[in-house]
């Protein structure tokens, strides 16, 4: 494709977990920090679709570069340029957040991937990859992606105080973490409010946002919003604690998957990373920054960020540490445990 700096042969989807991200702006750090999350716990190959503004490709090439090849060998990547198929590409780019509407057309620009998940630069992954990749197998025939509920209540919830256009569900959901059958997604015609037939995805985004841009507040999201309002069975709800926002704490705690399994993948939205305003959030963004790809994860990695969550006890979201570290610890052990056996069993042929 036009643009587009192909780092090598992509594998079957059968080898690898695609995971795609759109960075503009000030979102370089970010979208590696995240990058770097997913690779640190994750156990098949990936392949990172890297979306970003022309300034920003010298950069990612340059700092993916200086990770050690033992973190190299899991994954590859492709980055490409900002496009948009339909309608006015200034429009789109200025929605929301900076190119956020990117995602509305990964299923037309990545013709040859089968499924993936897409994130926002602002997600940690403190789980494998793999247990939501999983998620794709629980699709019924109708179902093409997958996103967490908005809020988990209503009365407090935004789209069901504030919403003036339709929007999925009792709250609404939430597009920081979309697992996406693109192939689905290609093939299908869409009810919607614009024409009586169906519209396949590439044909009907432009006129809806054109329909509703004078209602929408979250940009894309929205737009995704309301294709799944008028689309409800293409949509599989998975659970608060697979896209984990401040929301679900600095109330009280209102996630129970989380509290019952641990936070799956944190999505730091509203700068808390970048803020004092929810350290516990913050912590955890920099204890995965500041990690040495090489150290001990326990030593470097799990034990700063006990130490680092004393200091958040005050905040309502710190109060709950065990809620951010239990994956955590459930997948640490997991890779200290194989790698005992993997020793053990190497040591008994001797």
């Known amino acids: ?17 695609h995971l795609a991200v759109v960075a503009c702006g000030d979102r370089l750090e970010e979208t590696l920090i995240m990058l770097k999350s997913a690779i640190l716990f994750s156990n098949r190959r990936l392949c990172f679709h890297i979306f970003a503004e022309d300034s920003l490709k010298p950069e990612f090439e340059k700092k993916l570069k200086e990770w050690p090849s033992s973190y190299t060998k899991k994954f590859e990547y492709n980055i490409y340029p900002i496009t948009f198929s339909v309608g006015n590409a200034q429009e789109w ?12 057309f ?13 994130v926002d630069t602002d997600v940690l992954f403190l789980r494998p990859i793999d247990d939501i990749w999983h998620i794709l197998k629980e699709f019924n025939s109708t179902q093409l992606a997958a996103m967490a509920p908005e809020h988990e209540i209503p009365k407090i919830g935004w789209y069901s ?16 973490v979309m697992l996406m059958n693109l192939t689905r997604i290609r093939n299908t015609q869409f009810k919607n409010s614009i024409i009586p037939s169906g519209l396949s ?22 737009l ?18 697979w896209n984990y926002r401040p929301d679900h704490c600095m109330y ?23 803020d004092d305003k929810q350290p ?27 130490s680092k969550f004393l200091d958040t006890v005050h905040t309502l979201c710190g109060r709950i540490p065990q809620v951010f570290l239990k994956q955590i610890e459930k997948t640490m052990k997991k890779v200290y445990e194989n790698r005992v056996i993997v020793y053990l069993g190497a040591n008994h042929r001797y």
């Open 161 to 176: 105080r504030f919403a003036r256009h339709p929007y999925y569900g009792a709250t609404g959901v939430n597009s920081g």
């Open 106 to 118: 990964l299923p037309v620009i990545l013709k040859d991937v089968d499924s993936l998940l897409y």
């Open 280 to 306: 516990t959030f913050k912590a955890l963004y920099e204890v995965i920054r500041d990690f040495p790809f090489e150290d001990n994860l326990f030593q470097s990695l799990y034990y700063p960020l006990q």
């Open 224 to 241: 995704l919003n309301i294709i799944f309002y008028f689309n409800p069975e293409c949509l599989y709800v998975f659970p608060c604690q």
């Open 252 to 274: 009280g705690s209102n996630c129970k998957g989380a509290e019952e399994e641990g936070v799956s993948i944190l999505h730091g939205n509203r700068g808390v990373y970048h």
């Open 201 to 222: 995805w590439e044909e009907m985004l432009y006129p809806l946002y054109q329909k509703y841009k004078n209602y929408i507040t979250w940009g894309d999201q929205d």
């Open 1 to 17: 494709k036009p643009g587009e700096q192909k780092r090598s042969k992509e594998p079957s989807s059968s080898q690898c977990m």
């Open 93 to 104: 780019k200025k929605l929301f957040k900076p190119c956020a509407a990117q995602r509305l």
